[in-house]
């Protein structure tokens, strides 16, 4: 078949060109179009699908440079009951994930796909994920149907032609496919319209033996832009594992004490639950200085001084929309002032972008993230998507680190872990050694959040170290690869894990803990067991606070609140323990001894 390219090929590298020919002739499109990255290409693409209808340009004197989309009420998160990992063996993918079959889900897939692309161009992105040419980063290609996510992917990776100067005639990358699941008849456009195929067609799949990923049917975040989740995260935890290293869903900072001394501290809460405003908060505390280096993704690799090493392997941030606003994160929003893609936030009649919890009231009218007018009066649903996104650069970052592209990463001092979690856990609690750190994180917990489609918000499921649906292989193998990683290096040169919970609330359902930029607060006692300034109360769930090095001075704290926040509530814990015992049963027996043993030590410690 003969297939039409709309450029030049731009690299020699056999297989490489072989591949994109033979995804072409499967999917048939109008014609094949190597994307270069550039500023010229993201204009011209979104020049098209402002035309197509399917991005309004914002009022250019309040939004310089940035889109509104809006997609399909059925395409507005990650699908997790639609996303695989389809090792060989289904006992290799653990209980946490979907398996189907490699050979059957390929098949099957290949259904879908053949003749998919009529009508459309197919795209092929090169990308880096990690500064070009460092030695952690990893090089990947996507072919898409869906300019969307080629201007996304210019914002949330390195999308340029220096990738083939890595790659030469014959170097390794991670191939990636995606389509929207829409081919067009002969002469059918999208009219506006979010081209995506119902829930039931949509198919994420990982192939973790084959570092494959082959991704139908979704056009939003997670299921569309491959380097992110599916990549830097399904398949990049399977070679960690294979190579002795850590990809992991933690956001990363610089912290600055006003002595200006550095520290690294990376972080990990499930989806929706504070890594974006973490990494960019304004400490309230005198002469604390935060600087953001990743939001989202750490990779993490041991250097020769036996210190864990971590880069951020995104160039953007894909962050939650709702809640932000200049009293909770001033920096995302400077970061959103401009070259930002919006997508499902409510737009005012001005040309500009509206959400709940923006930090000022709504105009009279809006249109609503599903294209309906929206009056404030009268209105029953939120005008933004609960999930609702933005894409926005990490270069436009008024807090980014010096050193967030070094590509030898940043050494790791301290790991968070956390939830959203109205009762029992209290703000911070220091693990007592790797170990414990490893249970802990293991043991983590949070209220469901509205970043997976299929999920009952508000309840409260076990999300081991925020990764339960981006682990690429069977859970109690990857606890296991943490207590390998702990192995690998000396004590003291491991980071300190703590776990933290922003989300107290009382029984009346009042936030104990007023967050954001006081959560500095919570850092500064880590940065202090980290310098070992401070001293910590042993209890039997872990290392805490004394209440009078938490500092709440200028908060509406009360002395009550914080004795709450930092009180070990046994009959809580008693609880939580059976709870966490029936997901260490759900994850079969694979799971460590030592984990195990840990289970009975604190049952003991609890008495
Ligand atoms: P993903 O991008 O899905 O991985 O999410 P994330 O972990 O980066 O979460 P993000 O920082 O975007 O926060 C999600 C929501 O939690 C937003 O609505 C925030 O306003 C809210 N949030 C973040 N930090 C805090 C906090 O310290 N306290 C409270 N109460 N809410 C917070
Ligand atoms: C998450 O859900 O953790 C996200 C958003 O960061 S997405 O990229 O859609 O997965
Ligand atoms: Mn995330």
């Not at 105009?363 to 996104?389: Q, Y």
């Not at 007592?432 to 999920?455: K, N, Q, R, Y």
């Not at 805490?544 to 709450?564: F, M, Q, R, W, Y």
């Amino acid at each position: 078949m003969k297939i039409n390219y709309l450029n030049e090929i731009p690299t020699k590298h056999d297989r490489l060109v072989s591949w994109v020919k033979e995804w072409a002739e499967l999917m048939t499109p109008e014609g094949v179009y190597w994307c270069d990255g550039s500023k010229a290409e993201y204009d011209k693409l979104s020049e098209e699908l402002v035309n197509g209808g399917l991005a309004t340009r914002l009022n250019p004197k309040k939004r310089p440079n940035c889109l509104l989309f809006r997609s399909d009420p059925s395409d507005v998160a990650r699908v997790e009951s639609r996303t695989y990992v389809a090792s060989e063996k289904q006992e290799d993918a653990g209980p946490l994930n979907n398996w189907i079959d490699p050979a059957e889900l390929k098949k099957t897939m290949r259904g879908f796909y053949k003749g998919c692309m009529k009508g459309r161009t197919m795209y092929v992105i090169p990308f880096s994920m990690g500064p070009v040419g460092s030695d952690i980063a990893k090089i990947g290609f996507e072919i898409t149907d869906s300019a969307y996510v080629v201007i996304n992917m210019h914002i949330m990776a390195r999308v340029t032609p220096e990738v083939y100067e890595v790659l030469g005639a014959d170097g390794e990358f991670i191939p990636t496919v995606h389509s929207v699941g829409k081919p067009l008849a002969r002469g059918e456009k999208d009219n506006g319209v979010w081209p995506c195929a119902p829930v039931k067609d949509k198919y994420i799949a990982h192939f973790p033996e084959t570092r494959e990923i082959w991704s139908y049917g979704s056009g939003y975040g997670g299921n569309a832009l491959l380097g992110k989740k599916c990549l830097a995260l399904r398949i990049a935890s399977v070679q960690a594992r294979d190579e002795g290293w850590m990809a992991e869903h933690m956001l990363i900072l610089k912290i600055t004490s006003p002595e200006g001394e550095v520290k690294h501290i990376a972080g990990a809460f499930p989806s929706a639950c504070g890594k974006t405003n973490l990494a960019m908060l304004i400490p309230t505390i005198e002469a604390w200085k935060v600087e953001t280096v990743g939001d989202d993704i750490a990779w993490m690799k041991f250097g020769a001084d036996g210190r864990l090493y971590a880069i951020n392997p995104e160039s953007g941030f894909f962050g939650v929309a709702p809640g932000t606003s200049m009293a909770s994160n001033p920096n995302a929003m400077h970061s959103i002032a401009k070259d930002t893609i919006f997508t499902n936030v409510a737009l005012t009649e001005d040309g500009d972008i509206w959400w709940e919890g923006i930090g000022y009231d709504p105009p009279d009218t809006l249109i609503d993230w599903k294209g309906n007018k929206w009056n404030a009066a009268t209105a029953k649903e939120p005008a933004a998507h609960p999930n609702a996104r933005f894409t926005a650069k990490a270069a436009n970052c008024p807090v980014i680190a010096d050193n967030w592209e070094d590509p030898a990463g940043v050494p790791i001092d301290a790991f968070l872990f956390g939830g959203r979690r109205p009762s029992t856990i209290p703000l911070v609690n220091q693990a007592t050694d790797w170990v414990h750190g490893t249970f802990v994180g293991s043991a983590a917990g949070s209220e469901i959040t509205a970043a997976a489609l299929d999920l009952k918000a508000g309840t409260v499921r076990r999300d081991p170290m925020a990764m339960r649906p981006f682990i690429g292989y069977h859970v109690a193998d990857f606890l296991q690869h943490w207590l390998n990683i702990g192995n690998k290096t000396s004590d003291d040169k491991l980071p300190k894990i703590f776990f933290v919970n922003w989300f107290r609330k009382t029984k009346d359902g009042r936030w104990l803990w007023p967050g954001f930029g006081d959560n500095s607060r919570v850092l500064e006692w880590v940065f202090k067991r980290c310098t070992g300034k401070v001293d910590a109360v042993k209890t039997a769930i872990g290392l805490l606070p004394k209440k009078e090095d938490i500092n709440i001075s200028g908060t509406d704290v009360t002395s009550a609140d914080l004795e709450a926040l930092l009180s070990v509530d046994i009959d809580g814990w008693k609880e939580e323990l059976s709870a966490i015992k029936e997901s260490y049963k759900i994850y079969g027996d694979r799971v460590p001894r030592e984990l195990l043993d840990q289970i009975d030590a604190l049952e003991k410690r609890l008495g």
